[in-house]
Nanobody
């Protein structure tokens, strides 16, 4: 069992920056991949960034060059540095982790981009 808790969300102006964190606990030794997803009401969750077990990073095209995903070596903290945020990136951001055949999700955290 893996527990994930996101933090760092809030209100930011367009063009601003925000750093999200995700604290993982429980069976973190079983974690293979970790990622950030986001969801707006009425839409499906979309992958924002993923970091694989070997350190390879995958980004959605819309965030390349602006967002950076990182984690510590023991998989207990995942971060997402978000720069130059746009209005349409207002969403609930989630931190899923894959451990074995299971995917675990945090409760999500709101990010609002507004002037």
């Amino acid at each position: 069992q893996v527990r994930l808790v996101e933090s760092g969300g809030g209100l930011v102006q367009p063009g601003g920056s925000l750093r999200l964190s995700c604290a993982a606990s429980g069976s973190t030794v079983a974690i293979i991949d970790m990622a950030w997803y986001r969801q707006v009401p009425g839409a499906q969750r979309e992958m924002v960034a993923t970091i694989m077990s070997g350190g390879r990073r995958i980004y959605a095209d819309s965030v390349k060059g602006r967002f950076t995903i990182s984690r510590d070596d023991d998989y207990t903290t995942l971060s997402l540095q978000m720069n130059n945020l746009n209005f349409d990136e207002t969403a609930v951001y989630y931190c899923p982790a894959r451990a074995g055949a299971k995917a675990y999700w945090g409760q999500g955290i709101q990010v609002t981009v507004s002037s």
